[in-house]
């Protein structure tokens, strides 16, 4: 069973930095491409970053040089560095193997003074 469990997120100024970790289970996690997407309170959610299987990255246009996205195949884990954050960053923050249909319970971000 496809399973994603987030974690990192958490109060911070903006201007501040955060590192969202996801693991993925039942799937084969090198050969997938990982996706980070979040949802703002109203909001739709919304694609933020990819990290293909030979680690390279694509952004979402607002994240560009403000976020990183890694992986580590060893921990089927995924991570996105998110540094000079902005109050519109604020939001849940969930991964995904791309075309899953499954999520996990997402890592709440919140960018606030």
């Known amino acids: 069973q496809v399973h994603f469990v987030e974690s990192g997120g958490g109060l911070v100024q903006p201007g501040g930095s955060l590192r969202l970790s996801c693991a993925g289970s039942g799937f084969s996690f090198s050969d997938a491409s990982m996706t980070w997407h979040r949802q703002a309170p109203g909001k739709a959610r919304e694609w933020v970053a990819t990290v293909a299987p030979g680690g390279a990255t694509f952004y979402l246009d607002a994240g560009q040089g403000r976020f990183t996205g890694s992986r580590d195949n060893a921990k089927n884990t995924t991570y996105l560095q998110m540094n000079n954050l902005k109050p519109e960053d604020s939001a849940m923050y969930y991964c995904?193997?791309?075309?899953?249909?499954?999520w996990g319970q997402g890592t709440q971000v919140t960018v606030s003074s």
């Open positions: 995904q193997e791309f075309g899953s249909t499954t």
